[in-house]
């Protein structure tokens, strides 16, 4: 799928909440922004010692690297556009613990559940692709190891009750609610805004749902204790990039999201600043730098990759524009070696 980048200022994509506003600017109500200052938080992306030195590695690993940033590809225009995608509020915590916090007085004074991130068509889309795309690795794990199979819980592989979900960067919890909708069960958010959090686990419990998990915890920095059979990511991956540190934090998320995902189980990212050739370079990249790491520490005998691609949204709306064809969102699936 080709994507085509618009500056946030541009795009109709977060219409409620422009990307060069300041956090006053976004919040004119006192005790809205008291409410975002009573949140604790430790630091833009956390202030532990562990991902304190992550973030030197990945740094020194990137200085000394040959490899290209993600947004040098592209597959869709004659010439890279590396500057285009350039930091702001939306890569920082503090912006999204003051957004959250304004949601949560929204949803407490009138019921408002808060932004749809990349709007409700994008949502149902992806999510009834994931659906069938687990569907169809059900069935034909099914079909491979027999029809009386069954998974560690006792269950069949084919029912997708028992395919365990984690949503990273979950917000309002949403996307876990429409997943719920389709027959998934097993589900878990996490945000590393608390604020995020409390707003996600009220509307699951209105809206029905409150047999989901959320848990506060920032994705370069979780402790999970178990592995997912699917990670959903929609944006997370695209605000970490718009940190002052984003190339430093992408390289942390994929090898994050590597520790959450179980083998044979699938990632799907959604991103409205990275293509889909840009996501797959991404990718390559990552397996080139950590996957004889990756061997050798499960006891292999030689490299291999981390993620290999699936398969990819055909079904978004397109548009052109200077001549090129494209969208404004992609979503690609990865699966876990």
């Not at 990137?62 to 597959?75: E, K, M, Q, V």
């Not at 999510?127 to 269950?155: I, R």
């Amino acid at each position: 799928m080709a994507g085509i980048r618009w500056p946030p200022e541009d795009s109709d994509l977060f219409p409620a909440r422009p990307a060069g506003a300041t956090v006053t600017e976004l919040i004119s109500d006192d005790d809205r922004s008291v409410a975002a200052d009573s949140w604790s938080i430790k630091s833009d992306y956390g202030s532990t010692l562990d991902d304190e030195q992550r973030h030197v590695d990945a740094a020194e690993v990137l200085s000394a690297s040959n490899f290209p940033a993600a947004s040098d590809y592209s597959s869709d225009k004659e010439e890279p556009d590396a500057n285009e995608v350039e930091p702001s509020m939306l890569g920082l915590q503090s912006y999204w613990d003051a957004t959250y916090a304004e949601d949560l007085v929204n949803f407490h004074e009138h019921g408002h559940a808060g932004e749809i991130w990349f709007g409700a068509e994008v949502m149902d889309v992806v999510v009834s692709w994931t659906k069938n795309l687990c569907a169809n690795m059900s069935s034909a794990k099914d079909a491979a190891e027999g029809s009386s199979s069954n998974s560690e819980s006792g269950e069949t592989v084919g029912d997708l009750s028992t395919w365990s979900v984690l949503d990273v960067g979950t917000g309002n919890g949403l996307l876990l609610q429409e997943l719920a909708k389709q027959g998934f069960s097993d589900l878990t958010g996490i945000d590393y805004s608390e604020a995020g959090i409390e707003l996600a686990h009220n509307l699951a419990v209105r809206d029905g749902f409150s047999g989901i998990n959320f848990v506060a915890a920032d994705v370069l920095d979780a402790k999970l204790d178990r592995k997912y059979q699917l990670v959903m990511d929609k944006g997370t991956l695209d605000a970490i990039g718009l940190h002052p540190d984003g190339p430093v934090k992408r390289m942390m998320y994929w090898e994050s999201v590597a520790n959450m995902v179980a083998s044979g189980g699938l990632l799907v990212i959604t991103s409205c600043n990275s293509t889909k050739d840009e996501l797959l370079q991404e990718v390559d990249n990552f397996n080139k730098r950590f996957g004889i790491q990756d061997q050798v520490q499960e006891g292999g005998t030689g490299p291999a990759d981390v993620f290999r691609y699936v398969d990819h949204v055909r079904t978004f709306p397109t548009i052109i524009f200077g001549g090129v064809e494209g969208s404004r969102v992609s979503t690609v699936a990865f699966v876990r070696n």
